[in-house]
Structures are given as C-alpha cells and as structure tokens.
C-alpha cells in the first residue's frame, strides 16, 4: 500500500510542477519567440488548457490502475467538511471563471480572432498576479 501512495503521489507532483512550469511567465516568453506575439496570443490558453485536461485523465488513469486499496476513512464529522471543502473549491472554480467569462477562460474570442486574421489579438490576463503596467 505504501508503494502506491508514493507512486500517486510522485505522479501528482509531476502533473502539478508541468501544470505550474507551463503556466509560467518564461514558458509564455519562450512561446512568444518561437510562434511570434499574435499567434502566442491566440493559441496558448486553448492549447494550455487542453494539455491540462489530457494531463489530468492521464492521472486519473494512472491512479485507477494502482491496486485498489482504501487508505483511510473519515469519520462522519470529518468527511462532511472534507465534502464542504471539495465543493466550495469547485464553486471558486466556477466563478473565477464566470468573472473572466467561460469562453475567454478557455482561450476561444483570441483563437477565434486568429481564425478571422485579425491583425492585433490581446493578451489574455496573467494568472499570477496583478499586471505588470508601465512603470513596472
């Protein structure tokens, strides 16, 4: 059993620290040179986003094919605020992205705007932390 919770464990490292690292801002720099600023902007929030999904069923595979065993159980006060803590994280999800809007949380007006060949095509906004204005 031990072995199984190091392997899962390791494994959500390893999703969290890709997660994190393509988030950052020297991934969105070196996307800017390689595909130039436009198509940066336009591209990588879809393709972000997709990679976080496939990434993330590819852990949930890799966990399902861990032997089987319950690590621990609850008890009755304890999983109720286990369950409220799952669902007030899946609320804040939910209304970070309805402030942005569901459709610019997954990148679609700029991927659009670079299917119509728009010429300027914006940033979207950064994930960590308050922007970064001219005066620094």
Known sequence: MFKSIVKITAATILFAGIHSLLASRGAKKIATKLFSE?????????????????AFGMLVLYGLRLPDRQLYRAPAPLAGFMRFGQAVSLLY???????????????????????????????EPEGQGPAIDVDG
């Open 38 to 54: 436009r198509r940066r902007n336009a591209l990588y929030r879809p393709i972000y986003n997709a990679q976080a999904v496939i």
């Open 93 to 123: 999800l939910i209304y970070g992205a309805r402030q942005i809007g569901f459709l610019k949380f997954a990148g679609v007006p700029n991927l659009l705007s670079l299917l119509k060949g728009e010429t300027s095509i914006p940033r």
